[in-house]
């Protein structure tokens, strides 16, 4: 199995805020890595795939990038909206399996 | 517009089976890889299991390998997963995600709003 292993797991934040959550890779992805943003209660959401590609109708302030095994993903400007859980996810290989990182929750400071 | 709708989740004794189902709507089902994806309450996700659109190819995690069974129904736009002996451990709600292509590519750009499966005495 690629382990992934986010950081911070908790991150406080206010409004206005450039925010940075990292993703390491416990071996090469290549490119193959996702974001996704969670809110309680619901599904996840695509926001970056191929570790910088921003899925259609997602907002600009949102960022990826990396390759090899360290990743990150930045919020230029946090908003209201994006209080959450983020999460990566590596798709490089479907027999070694497809993996998320453990999370990390995004709060108002 | 893409939706995806788990169902057949509920309180499940220990040692016993389940079938969830996904039913899917707005778009071409059978173009597309589908995959199974779970969350344990208040823990993070857990990716389970993908098929290739045309039930082809299928690839299932470690943790529930000999256990977990995904399969679909093109003709039924219905995604299933059936579960056996199942344990405590297992309790977490389970979501159905489409793949970004019917390769698959292994991301996931639309997801249900999962069925939550409860292993319990």
């Known amino acids: 199995d690629i382990q992934m292993t986010q950081s911070p797991s908790t991150l406080s934040a206010s409004v206005g805020d450039r925010v940075t959550i990292t993703c390491r890779a416990s071996?090469?992805?290549?490119?193959?890595l996702a974001w996704y943003q969670q809110k309680p209660g619901k599904a996840p959401k695509l926001l970056i795939y191929?570790?910088?590609s921003l899925e259609s109708g997602v907002p600009s302030r949102f960022s990826g990038s990396g390759s090899g095994t360290e990743f990150t993903l930045t919020i230029s400007s946090l908003q209201p909206d994006d209080f959450a859980t983020y999460y990566c996810?590596?798709?490089?290989?479907?027999?070694?399996?497809?993996?998320f990182g453990g999370g990390t929750k995004v709060e108002i400071k | 517009q893409v939706q995806l709708v788990e169902s057949g989740g509920g309180v499940v004794q220990p040692g016993r089976s389940l079938r969830l189902s996904c039913a899917a709507s707005?778009?071409?089902?059978?173009?597309?890889?589908m995959h199974w994806v779970r969350q344990a309450p208040g823990k993070g996700l857990e990716w389970l299991a993908v098929?290739?659109?045309?039930?082809?190819?299928?690839y299932y995690a470690d943790s529930v390998k000999g256990r977990f069974t995904i399969s679909r129904d093109n003709s039924k736009n219905t995604l299933y997963m059936q579960i056996n002996s199942l344990r405590a451990e297992d309790t977490a709600v389970y979501y159905c995600?489409?793949?970004?292509?019917?390769?698959?590519?292994?991301?996931?750009?639309?997801w249900g709003q999962g069925t939550l499966v409860t292993v319990s005495s």
């Open positions: 996810q590596q798709y490089n290989s479907y027999s070694l399996g497809l993996t």
């Open positions: 707005g778009f071409t089902f059978s173009s597309y890889g």
């Open positions: 191929q570790a910088s």
């Open positions: 098929i290739w659109y045309d039930g082809s190819n299928k």
């Open positions: 995600a489409r793949d970004a292509a019917m390769g698959p590519r292994g991301f996931f750009d639309y």
């Open positions: 071996q090469s992805i290549s490119s193959w």
